[in-house]
């Protein structure tokens, strides 16, 4: 089991900047890879990012790119979310998410941390 927790959201103005955090315990040793996603009210949950294998592949959504930067910290077992040039559209509940292998789909999940963008 893989238990994840985020910190860092909040209330920022447009333009502006916010860190996230997810801290991983349990098998953290197993997890193949850490992502973050988001659900926005009255949307589909969407990826936004995520950070693969031993060697640290990143990826993320067209709509962030440039934008947000996904990194990790092995020693802490935690995957940090930059998030500059913050828009109005990035409001949503942003949630962290581990996976074991790289066949499996997303199968632990935290409890989510608010962001939103004021205008």
């Known amino acids: 089991q893989v238990q994840l927790v985020e910190s860092g959201g909040g209330l920022v103005k447009a333009g502006g900047s916010l860190r996230l955090s997810c801290a991983a315990s349990?098998?953290?040793?197993?997890?193949?890879?850490m992502g973050w996603f988001r659900q926005a009210p009255g949307k589909e949950r969407e990826f936004v990012a995520e950070?693969?294998?031993?060697?640290?592949?990143?990826y993320y959504a067209d709509s962030v790119k440039g934008r947000f930067t996904i990194a990790r910290d092995i020693t802490k077992n935690t995957v940090y979310l930059q998030m500059n040039s913050l828009k109005p559209e990035d409001t949503a509940l942003y949630l962290c998410?581990?996976?074991?292998?790289?066949?499996?789909?997303?199968?632990?999940w935290g409890q989510g941390t608010q962001v939103t963008v004021s205008s």
């Open positions: 950070i693969r294998g031993s060697i640290g592949s990143l």
């Open positions: 349990g098998r953290t040793f197993s997890m193949y890879a």
């Open positions: 998410a581990a996976k074991l292998t790289s066949r499996t789909s997303y199968g632990y």
